[in-house]
């Protein structure tokens, strides 16, 4: 079958990669895509939100089957366009999507449907925000913009002084774009974090698989946040005791109050989590993979990932196996320099000549035929092994053999899981 697969970055090389794998998949088209998509399908140079652009795609190459990345066209409504166009396609609707399009929605569901989630309150004037937050201890709240916001629109302001220039910058000043009309001021809450992710349809959830990444981007979790700097699975601390608690406490209920809502989920389901003393809690939900934890689950996915999407596309995601493998998996990704703030494009790269496994994020070929820099996030290297302590070797191995002008990755990826006896899958 013809696939289409939305967007161009690591998680879309990831997926495109996998697909290539499947004896389902005879033809990968990839929207827009980048240089390193473009060596297991065709890229079509069309924005990832163009809904119009696409679906005329769709139509006029008569793609069995799309996959869409990024959570934006999902907000937007693909789903539902094309499905009235009669096309299949892997994506909630813009009705389920609202789980990652709007933080307050997904605090209305995950309250009726009894999920642990931090007490937050919302609002979309900055004087009531000021003075609510003024109400409370410094250093005690999140601030975060209600709509999707690229990633980075989570604060933890320290003192009153930061938390009243952001919410300022959100309501007034327009940092996050409408994304930041509303906000949450949300109670702080502290732990480790884990990414869990499960194929859903209805009130099906898949097997569930973790990761943890990293956002801040320097080492020790200093700086900026990010898109993500790096990934690793399985977390040190992921047990199959903490994964039927997950599973039973947040995954499955939110499935079942989503479909009893009439807003049904199909599609990759992301539970971003904190491990608290009171049991896991729902930082927040996620409509799509992760990037960069897809591309440390692809290598990892035994099942046939065409077949999965389809089997849920067409409403049969519970007859259709989904299995994850043993081992560990570690990426660490490479930034252009000054990322996330300016940077530069436009760089040629060398070392991509090698055996590694790199996924391409922000790439392009130039007028020579140059692979060159043409993002923040500019390539994912990948590792896999017995153990973390293997894959990371390898992942570092592989980005140590590459370079480009101002380079920039962490040196700490997947440091802390080395200490731990469970850093092995089990």
Known sequence: MRVLVVGNGGREHALAWKLAQSELVSEILIAPGNAGTAAVGENVPMDAEDVDGLLELALDREVDLTIVGPEAPMVAGIADRFADAGLKIFAPTASAAQLEGSKSWAKDVMSKAGVRTAQARKFDDSEEALSHMLSLPEGSFVIKADGLAAGKGVLLPDTHQEASNAIVSMIDGNAFGHAGDTLLIEDRTSGPEVSVFAFVQGEHVSAEVAACDYKRVNDGDEGPNTGGMGAYTPPEF??????AQVRSEILEPIARQMAVDGSSYSGLLYAGL??????????????????????????????????????????????????????????????????PGKYRTGMPISGLEN???????GTAVNESGETVTAGGRVLVTVGSGKDVAEARDEAYSAAGEISFDGQHHRDDIAERALCSPVASAQ
């Open 238 to 243: 992921w047990t199959p005791k903490l994964a």
């Open 274 to 339: 904190m491990l608290t003393d009171e049991g896991p809690s729902v930082i927040e939900f996620n409509c799509r993979f992760g990037d960069p934890e897809c591309e440390v689950l692809m290598p990892l996915l035994e099942s046939d990932l065409a077949e999965i999407c389809l089997a849920t596309a067409e409403g049969r995601l519970a007859e259709t196996e989904v299995n994850w493998g043993s081992g560990a998996h570690v990426c660490v990704v490479m930034t252009s320099g000054g990322y």
């Open 355 to 361: 055996d590694a496994l790199v996924f391409h994020a």
